[in-house]
Each structure stands twice: as C-alpha cells, then as structure tokens.
C-alpha cells in the first residue's frame, strides 16, 4: 500500500490539552483511503531533532511526505538561526526527495500569548519556506498567510496561542488537500511516461 507520511512537530501530531489527538492524521485518512496514513509527528521537535530521523521515514518509502516544521525553530528559547532552519530543511527535503514532499510554512502563532515567538521570526521563517519550495520546486503550503488572512483567527488556535483547534485543522486540511491530490497527480503522470 502507498504511503502518506505526516512529518513535523506537534502541530502535525494535532497536540491538544498535553496529548496527540492525531486530528490531522484522521482527517487525512478520510480524504485518502487507499493510503495509509502514517503520522511521524514530534511534539517540541525541532529541525535539528528532525534530522535525525530522516532514515526512518526513508525506511517507510513514502509516496508523499508532507513537511511541517518551524514552530518550535522560531522560538527565541534556544534559538536557532533562519539560515540554520532553511540548511536543516534543505536537507530533509533532498535526503526524502523533493519530488515527494509537501512543504508547509510554519503557522500563524499569537506572539501575545507567547511572545518567544515573535511576529518578525514568523516571517522571516515563512520567507526560508517559500524561498525553499521556489528553488527545490517543490509543493508548498502558506499556512502562516493563509491563518493570518482569516475573519476568525482566534477560533482557529487553542487558548496557548499555539496549537490548533478543530477550525485550525478544517483550514490546514482544506489547503493541504489539494496539494496532495496535485502531487499524486504529478507522481502518477511521471510514472506513465
């Protein structure tokens, strides 16, 4: 059976009062049922912890792996340069294959609430996302921009300002939905020529 492979932090993991809920996992499963769905999700990982397990989600041969880190890199606790962010992600990217990967933009996080990640790191990191995406060419997602953007941003993340309620998960799977079908598409027309 292919592969769909959820790799990132504890957004990916659908953190919710302390515990993995694995929203995002599920909701992926309904909307791909001939895959499986496989959540390799860290809560508090950084890239830096990231790397280190790129051998077992090669070991897994994912069809798509779907990229969501920077929550925790643009925290000022133990921080970690864009430069560094955008080293680590590249590769990832190239030791999974850019052909593969999904790319997400850190997300929208309420610097009020938690001022260890500021505004300005959350734009600088968005900057690293998309410049990447740009010159691997591969499959991205604005989250930052697209939570950002919304009437109802405050319904979209939990009391922390960090992690998503079931709105924030409805928005990420509407934009990542599209992007997967788009690059199943792409693998299946790469395969048959």
């Known amino acids: 059976m292919e592969k769909i492979v959820l790799f990132g932090d504890s957004i990916m993991t659908g953190f919710s009062s302390g515990k993995a809920k694995n929203y995002l996992t599920k909701r992926i ?14 809560p508090d990982f950084k890239t830096n912890n990231a790397m280190t397990q790129v051998d077992r989600i090669k070991k897994l041969n994912p069809t798509i792996v779907v990229l969501g880190f920077g929550t925790n890199d643009i925290s000022i606790d133990d921080e970690i340069k864009p430069g560094k962010f ?8 190239t030791s999974l294959g850019e052909k593969r990967v999904i790319l ?3 997300p929208y996080i309420d610097w ?3 001022p260890t990640r500021p505004w300005t790191r959350q734009l ?9 995406s740009k010159q691997l060419d591969i499959s991205y ?7 950002a953007n919304c009437d109802n941003l405050k319904e979209l993340l939990q009391a922390d300002g960090l992690h998503f309620t079931k709105q924030g998960y409805n928005l ?13 598409a792409r693998k299946t027309t790469l395969v048959s020529n």
Not at 29 to 42: G, L, R, S, T
Not at 174 to 184: G, H, Q, R, V
């Open 141 to 147: 997602v604005d989250l930052l921009h697209d939570m």
């Open 124 to 132: 600088q990191f968005e900057l690293v996302t998309e410049h990447l």
């Open 104 to 106: 997400l933009s850190p």
């Open 29 to 42: 499963k309904k909307d791909f049922p001939d895959y499986d769905v496989i959540n390799m999700a860290f």
């Open 86 to 93: 955008s080293a680590n992600l590249t590769n990832i990217i």
């Open 172 to 184: 990420l799977e509407d934009e990542l939905i599209p992007e997967i079908k788009a690059t199943l």
């Open 112 to 114: 009020l609430k938690d």
